[in-house]
């Protein structure tokens, strides 16, 4: 069964930073293009970040360039999203999700999410 | 950016209803629009993709249409599992963006 499996989700000062990761299981890992949505407590959906099947190319928000970078390890089946200088605002579960051929690219398959709270 | 509005922004249904969901997009998004499911507590479930195409494993009571800029996503016949949050989505142009969601739930 395809899985991904999100972690790092904590509660953060702002301004400070945080590492989220997502690992992917039940699929050839390196072969999918992946995102990052994350969702606001009560409120919808926001697509933050994207790359590539060999992470030489990414794509972000503007309300995250800049302070946010996306990256995967390919060997581990593994992606990051580096959040640096956090503000309240970025308070939301954040989800990782593959986008398939099967699907013309569209996400097929998502994680459970993980809780950043950014708050002093 | 295109931004995509859609409506109602709440829809009360009884059981066996059909329901008709509306996504309207600022400018063409041609074929690259999909429509997601998201019941409470869990993450977004793809449904259809590129308007009209179920997912797999998507019952054939969830049905996609429209062009352009306008689009309708139809439950000929709400199930009790159906009761939950949609949400419109496009990914032609960057930054791919969501619908701010049509709320199902029972009446």
């Known amino acids: 069964d395809v899985q991904l499996v999100e972690s790092g989700g904590d509660l953060v000062q702002p301004g400070g930073s945080l590492r989220l990761s997502c690992v992917g299981s039940g699929f050839t890992f390196s072969t999918f293009e992946m995102h990052w949505v994350r969702q606001a407590p009560g409120k919808g959906l926001q697509w933050i970040a994207y790359?590539?099947?060999?992470?030489?190319?990414?794509n972000y928000a503007d309300s995250v360039k800049g302070r946010f970078t996306i990256s995967r390890d390919n060997a581990g089946d593994s992606l990051f999203l580096h959040m640096n200088s956090l503000r309240v605002e970025d308070t939301a579960v954040y989800y990782c999700a593959r986008a398939s051929v099967t699907t013309e690219y569209f996400s097929d398959s998502w994680g459970h999410g993980t809780l950043v709270t950014v708050s002093s | 950016e295109i931004v995509l509005t859609q409506s109602p922004a709440t829809l009360s249904l009884s059981p066996g209803e059909r329901a008709t969901l509306s996504c309207r997009a600022t400018?063409?998004?041609?074929?690259?629009l999909a429509w997601y499911q998201q019941r409470p507590g869990q993450a977004p479930r793809l449904l259809i993709y590129d308007i009209f195409n179920r997912a797999p494993g998507i019952p054939d009571r969830f049905s996609g249409s429209g062009s352009g800029t306008d689009f309708t996503l139809t439950i000929s016949s709400l199930e009790p599992e159906d009761f939950a949050v949609y949400y419109c989505?496009?990914?032609?142009?960057?930054?791919?963006?969501f619908g701010p969601g049509t709320k199902v739930d029972i009446k």
């Open positions: 989505q496009q990914r032609k142009d960057w930054p791919i963006t």
């Open positions: 790359i590539n099947e060999g992470g030489s190319g990414a």
């Open positions: 400018q063409s998004v041609s074929r690259f």
